[in-house]
C-alpha cells in the first residue's frame, strides 16, 4: 500500500473573512488623518466665526454711535468743552454731554448715561474752526473758553479691540467724518 501526501490547498473560503493587522493599521492610520484634517477645519470655522462676530459688533457700534453723535453735533447751537475727552453739546435748549472714560463712549442727556461704544483703546475729539484750522489747546480754562468760541467743527478719532479666549484681538480703528455745527454761528 502506498501512501500518497495529499497536499491541502488553502480553502478559499476562509481566507477572506478578515483583515490583516496590517491592513487595520493602514486603514485606522488613513481614518485619523482624515478625522484631524475635520476637526482642524471645524476648529478654524469656529474661531473665525467668532472673530467675524467681534467685529461685526464693533462695526455696529462704532456705526450707531457715529451715527447719534453725527446727529446730536449738527443740531447742537453751542459747545462747551470740558477737557479733550469731553464735550458737551447745546441741543433744542438740552445739554448732551459725550465723553469718554475708563474705555467706553457715553452719551448723557436728561440725566441718563448711555454707553455708545465699549472696549475703547484710544479715543480722541478734534475739534476745528469755521477756517478747518485744529483747535488743539484744552489745557486750562481759559483755552478752552477759547475753543468753545472757535469750534465749528468736531470728529472722533478712536481704535476699539474685542477678544475672546479662543480668536486673536480684533481690532477696529475709526476716523469720523468732520460734523458742522450748522446752528452755531462763528465768524473768522
Do not use: C
Amino acid at each position: 500500500m502506498t501512501t500518497t501526501t495529499r497536499s491541502r490547498a488553502p480553502d478559499s473560503r476562509h481566507r477572506g473573512r478578515g483583515f490583516t493587522l496590517v491592513e487595520v493599521l493602514i486603514g485606522a492610520t488613513l481614518g485619523s488623518f482624515i478625522l484631524l484634517g475635520v476637526l482642524t477645519t471645524f476648529l478654524f470655522l469656529g474661531r473665525s466665526g467668532a472673530n467675524l462676530r467681534n467685529y461685526s459688533d464693533m462695526e455696529s457700534q462704532a456705526r450707531k454711535a457715529l451715527e447719534t453723535f453725527a446727529e446730536d453735533t449738527r443740531q447742537a447751537s453751542a459747545v462747551t468743552w470740558a477737557s479733550a475727552t469731553s464735550v458737551t453739546l447745546v441741543v433744542n435748549t438740552a445739554n448732551i454731554t459725550y465723553a469718554y472714560a475708563s474705555g467706553n463712549f457715553m452719551r448723557t442727556a436728561n440725566g441718563t448715561t448711555t454707553t455708545l461704544l465699549s472696549g475703547i483703546t484710544t479715543f480722541s475729539f478734534l475739534a476745528y474752526s469755521i477756517t478747518g484750522t485744529a483747535i488743539t489747546d484744552y489745557s486750562s480754562a481759559t483755552a478752552l473758553t477759547t475753543a468753545n468760541g472757535l469750534t465749528k467743527q468736531i470728529q472722533i478719532s478712536l481704535s476699539a479691540s474685542r477678544a475672546t479666549t479662543t480668536v486673536t484681538t480684533a481690532s477696529n480703528i475709526v476716523l469720523s467724518a468732520r460734523y458742522v455745527m450748522r446752528n452755531k454761528h462763528v465768524t473768522a
